[in-house]
């Protein structure tokens, strides 16, 4: 007579093992993904610095002239994920405004590929944004 109550199962050595090879492949993986990484988190800087350049444009056709504070043209930095509670991963500034041009800069506060270097963005007054620094 079978026992109804006797379950099969996966042995801990099996577990392990399959853990392992998962691990193996994510190791081999990884190199190739970081690009793509790289690429998603850039957007982040696309998008702020686009929006830095509308509210900079609508403070020159009010005012006559741009702006380096980003609290006058109504921009609020969101919290970096540097601080708690914070998920930006990039520190937007205005580096320098003129009666007749500005240029804003969007610069990493992670490095996300480990090289050393950190991704920097600017756009300009006539909304040329350009990646200055790759990562």
């Known amino acids: 007579m079978k026992n109804r ?15 392992v090879i998962i691990g193996i492949l994510v190791l081999i993986a990884y190199p190739n993904l970081m690009p793509l990484i790289s690429n998603a988190k850039s957007t982040e800087a696309k998008l702020q610095l686009e929006h830095v350049y509308n509210m900079e444009k609508s403070y020159f056709y009010t005012n006559s002239k741009y702006s380096t504070d980003l609290k006058v ?25 003129t009666n007749n041009a500005f240029k804003a800069k969007a610069t990493a506060i992670t490095d996300f590929n480990g090289d050393g270097k950190f991704n920097v963005w600017e756009i300009d007054q ?5 990646e200055t620094i790759k990562d």
């Open 5 to 19: 109550y006797l379950l099969s199962g996966f042995t801990l050595t099996e577990l392990l093992v399959v853990l």
């Open 73 to 97: 043209i109504g921009f609020e930095q969101e919290k970096l994920s540097s601080e708690e509670g914070g998920r930006a991963n990039y520190k937007i500034e205005v580096i320098n405004a």
């Open 126 to 130: 006539d909304k040329n944004l350009q």
